[in-house]
């Protein structure tokens, strides 16, 4: 059965009016990306944080699949926030997503439902990623999940397709920014994530795609 492609047209809808460049490389998140899946695992209602949300597009993803979630985009790239800010006024509810620009090394805060980290890890170094999980699991409500969807390193023609795509990206267009191309292999994720406390599964999304995702899903305890 093909896909329902009505949620991405709905989003992007609301990139109208941002550069061509942007808005082609919005495009090609939302068809390559397993946003869908994803989803499936954030909660469909409270409070959401997305790590390194760039453009926005996952953040809007949510806020239009569930008017219940507030949403927390945060990210590096001022430009891409402001971006992503000019396509939250287009929601109907535009106080379901909230924006803004992060620090590199701002550590993060707040208490949320569900915490989300979107091809993020891989710009950062081993142990900026392990600090970064470690602090998304601590800002988890009891009970509280973190998602993350990462590159994995299997099939093989899969993960160098992704890594030449990902290298334009980070080091010749310089559209994505990040330390560097440091992809780590699920189960070093899925050990970091078990180290923060959280019961972790494994989805991996590679069938159907053509890059090799992999989808871990973390679950504090309920204390």
Same mark, same amino acid.
């Given at each position: 059965?093909p896909a329902d492609r009505s949620l991405d047209r709905a989003v992007m809808k609301?990139?109208?009016?941002?550069?061509?460049?942007?808005?082609?490389?919005?495009?090609?998140?939302?068809?390559?990306?397993?946003?869908?899946?994803?989803?499936?695992?954030?909660?469909?209602?409270?409070?959401?944080?997305?790590?390194?949300?760039?453009?926005?597009?996952?953040? *809007?993803?949510?806020?239009?699949?569930?008017?219940? @979630?507030?949403?927390?985009? &945060?990210? +590096?790239?001022?430009? !891409?926030?402001? &971006?992503?800010?000019?396509?939250?006024?287009?929601?109907?509810?535009?106080?379901?997503?909230? #924006?803004?620009?992060?620090?590199?090394?701002?550590? #993060?805060?707040?208490?949320?439902?569900?915490? +989300?980290?979107?091809?993020?890890?891989?710009?950062?170094?081993?142990?900026?990623?392990?600090?970064?999980?470690?602090?998304?699991?601590?800002?988890?409500?009891?009970?509280?999940?973190?998602?993350?969807?990462?590159?994995?390193?299997?099939?093989?023609?899969?993960?160098?397709?992704?890594?030449?795509?990902?290298?334009? *990206?980070? @080091?010749?267009?310089?559209?994505? !920014?990040?330390?560097?191309?440091?992809?780590?292999?699920?189960?070093? &994720?899925?050990?970091? *994530?078990?180290?923060?406390?959280?019961?972790? +599964?494994?989805?991996? #999304?590679? @069938?159907?795609?053509?890059?090799?995702?992999? #989808? *871990? +899903?973390?679950?504090?305890?309920? @204390?």
């Amino acid at each position: 059965m093909p896909a329902d492609r009505s949620l991405d047209r709905a989003v992007m809808k609301l990139y109208g009016d941002v550069p061509l460049p942007d808005r082609l490389h919005i495009w090609l998140r939302l068809r390559s990306c397993p946003f869908e899946a994803v989803a499936a695992h954030v909660t469909a209602d409270g409070h959401v944080l997305d790590v390194g949300c760039g453009h926005g597009a996952f953040a *809007m993803y949510l806020g239009l699949s569930s008017p219940a @979630r507030s949403v927390v985009g &945060i990210d +590096v790239d001022a430009r !891409k926030i402001a &971006i992503a800010e000019k396509a939250r006024r287009g929601l109907r509810d535009p106080d379901a997503v909230t #924006l803004r620009v992060a620090t590199p090394d701002e550590p #993060l805060s707040g208490s949320f439902d569900t915490v +989300v980290i979107v091809d993020v890890l891989y710009l950062l170094s081993p142990d900026r990623q392990r600090r970064v999980l470690a602090q998304a699991a601590a800002v988890l409500k009891p009970g509280g999940r973190l998602v993350v969807k990462e590159t994995a390193l299997t099939p093989s023609w899969k993960y160098r397709l992704t890594a030449l795509q990902e290298d334009a *990206m980070v @080091r010749v267009l310089r559209v994505t !920014k990040g330390d560097r191309r440091s992809f780590a292999p699920p189960e070093q &994720i899925v050990g970091s *994530m078990r180290d923060a406390g959280l019961e972790v +599964v494994e989805i991996p #999304l590679a @069938r159907g795609h053509v890059h090799p995702h992999h #989808l *871990m +899903v973390g679950t504090a305890s309920g @204390r």
